[in-house]
């Protein structure tokens, strides 16, 4: 079975990925989210702020439009169905949270002063909660890292999704409750599309089973 393979294939990756969440808890209730927020900023160099500057873009909706087009397209239609659902649903949810739900929860620049901010970065003030970008990056690639056979490969595209949400951070564009609320949205998302969708797609000769480690 599909979610099986996946499970089988990815637990190590999923129990760090809740490690991580689990520390990210701890310490938002211990420090708040203001006073990492003005921590964090402290620590800049010219090399990140370029960097930060490119790679955030990872987690824009346009990346993963051309990537999830390029699944679908170029190596298996029904894979790329999947991440289509777990991206389309992201975005109403994230968008949703922001108008309507978080709508007066200001971005760090708005509510801290004297941050160091990113030379080139249109900076945003308003709609904080979640992270928009960081939702996408990982209902993006570390879903992307689930299916993957390679332990390479699995563990690149969980590095990726994990940058594009600690860019956030640096560029001050949101605070560290907003990434981690992405980052949860993206990741139970993707698994919620494998979980409806995986198993009623996937047959024994599938092209899905492909893509993840046989046990």
Do not use: C
């Not at 975005?91 to 708005?110: I, M, S, T």
């Not at 080139?120 to 928009?132: A, C, E, R, T």
């Amino acid at each position: 079975m599909f979610r099986s393979a996946i499970w089988k294939s990815s637990q190590l990756q999923l129990i760090t990925l809740f490690a991580v969440w689990l520390i990210v808890a701890v310490f938002l209730l211990v420090y708040g989210k203001t006073d990492i927020t003005l921590s964090l900023n402290k620590f800049h160099t010219d090399f990140l702020d370029e960097f930060f500057k490119y790679w955030t873009w990872l987690g824009s909706g346009w990346v993963a439009l051309g990537l999830i087009l390029f699944i679908l397209l170029f190596v298996n239609f029904r894979l790329g169905l999947l991440f289509t659902i777990a991206n389309v649903a992201t975005g109403l949810v994230v968008q949703g949270l922001k108008l309507f739900v978080f709508d007066e929860v200001l971005r760090p620049a708005a509510e801290l002063k004297n941050l160091y901010l990113v030379q080139g970065v249109n900076i945003h003030f308003y709609h904080s909660f979640p992270s928009g970008h960081t939702a996408t990056a990982f209902a993006l690639f570390f879903g992307l890292s689930l299916i993957m056979r390679a332990k390479f490969a699995k563990w690149l595209f969980f590095v990726v999704a994990v940058l594009v949400g600690y860019s956030r951070l640096y560029l001050s564009q949101h605070f560290l409750t907003d990434v981690l609320g992405g980052s949860i949205i993206g990741t139970v998302l993707f698994l919620l599309t494998i979980w409806l969708f995986g198993n009623r797609w996937q047959n024994s000769d599938s092209a899905f089973l492909t893509l993840v480690k046989k046990k």
